[in-house]
């Protein structure tokens, strides 16, 4: 199906994208330096609850699908009040419900907190919903704080190994492509949906991270790799260059293909942007020193007695995060990818309120020529 061609009923379908698409590399629209895509925390601000941020991430996926975002992922995190991404397989499935064509994904599955099978099963799903626009991001971390991975895996599997990561990555490989050697002690087992129901694509992999251990382990698989630069943006460089140092043609891409996730707002004013990243930078304070909460309000955030480590902490937050009017997001963000060369860009509008964040990605498409109405 082209861009312009028409959607299934009520602006929905299964259509996907067109036949022989890539399902790895993203277009370029307008005057974007590379393509751009979505990561969604589904973040809850104060004043709202979970069902309006699930109502926004909807208006996010649909808007962002008609400007020709290229993805829409979103991110795995339990335990925090302010976050309602604890389930990406459920809300993928409901963004597919309510989009056509963009690709959607995890960014990512956190792999240790889950049996290989039952990731398999939950993708093979979603594969069959919308054939040909799922992605399967995998993060070894936990996506929380210690007591609630615990909860989460069980006993005795907080410490695992490094090397367990692998594993568990080739097994869920293994159940996605049906493909366990006789003798195996899977061998008859299937996941379902998938290829022991007949020919079936599967969504492709890419591995998730903020440090060189998963940079390193996509380049010798020759998968896509996403790097954290809107949380570690200090080892994207060295990342992004151990991957490619690393990286092996295989079957899934023949060059490398590296995507970073950007903290950008784009608002009317940049007093208007200022006080949402204010608000979403005071959110991640209180994260990080063990007090988290709903997103606060800018005025909250414009109030708050930041004390001289909490203003070096929230200073060097937001030297990190693109923020201003559309002309000046444009400008950091085409110069983040000067001096990565990342491949693309995905950004994640952290700030108080859904209409903001809205408001941003359609701010960020215009100041980018990209197409409307898609």
């Not at 393509?35 to 926004?56: E, F, I, K, Q």
């Not at 991957?243 to 608002?267: H, Q």
């Not at 491949?343 to 509008?349: H, K, Q, R, S, V």
């Amino acid at each position: 199906m082209s861009d312009t061609e028409g959607t299934g009923p009520e602006g929905r379908g299964p259509e996907g994208p067109a036949a022989g698409a890539d399902p790895v590399r993203g277009t370029v629209r307008g005057e974007a330096p590379v393509p751009l895509s979505v990561l969604d925390l589904v973040t809850v601000g104060a004043g709202s609850t979970a069902y309006d941020s699930l109502r926004t991430s909807v208006e996010i996926s649909r808007l962002a699908e008609s400007r020709g975002y290229h993805r829409h992922w979103v991110a795995e995190h339990h335990s925090m009040p302010g976050v309602a991404s604890s389930s990406p397989a459920v809300i993928l499935a409901h963004l597919a419900a309510h989009t056509s064509r963009i690709r959607l994904g995890s960014g990512g599955v956190m792999l240790p907190n889950h049996a290989p099978l039952a990731v398999a099963e939950q993708f093979g799903t979603l594969e069959a919903l919308a054939p040909g626009r799922v992605d399967l991001g995998l993060g070894r971390a936990p996506g929380t704080d210690p007591r609630t991975a615990a909860a989460l895996r069980g006993p005795g599997r907080l410490d695992e190994a490094a090397d367990e990561f692998p594993r568990r990555l080739a097994e869920l490989t293994r159940f996605l492509d049906d493909d366990f050697p006789d003798g195996h002690p899977y061998a008859r087992v299937h996941a379902v949906p998938g290829p022991v129901q007949g020919p079936a694509a599967r969504p492709p992999i890419w591995l998730l991270g903020s440090s060189g251990f998963s940079a390193r382990l996509a380049g010798e698989l020759g998968l896509p790799f996403a790097y954290a630069h809107h949380f570690s943006a200090a080892g994207t460089l060295p990342a992004l260059d151990l991957y490619r140092e690393s990286f092996r043609p295989s079957a899934v891409l023949d060059a490398p293909y590296a995507l970073i996730g950007v903290s950008a707002l784009a608002a009317d004013t940049d007093e208007q942007a200022r006080a949402q990243v204010l608000a979403g930078a005071l959110s991640m304070l209180r994260l990080r020193s063990g007090r988290p909460g709903l997103v606060p309000t800018p005025e909250e955030a414009a109030a708050y007695a930041f004390s001289p480590l909490e203003r070096e902490f929230v200073d060097g937050w937001l030297a990190n995060v693109v923020h201003g009017t559309p002309d000046e997001v444009r400008e950091g963000l085409d110069g983040l990818v000067k001096r990565t060369g990342a491949d693309e860009l995905m950004l994640t509008a952290n700030g108080h309120g859904g209409a903001a964040r809205l408001r941003s990605y359609a701010l960020v498409a215009d100041a980018y020529r990209m197409p409307t109405g898609l």
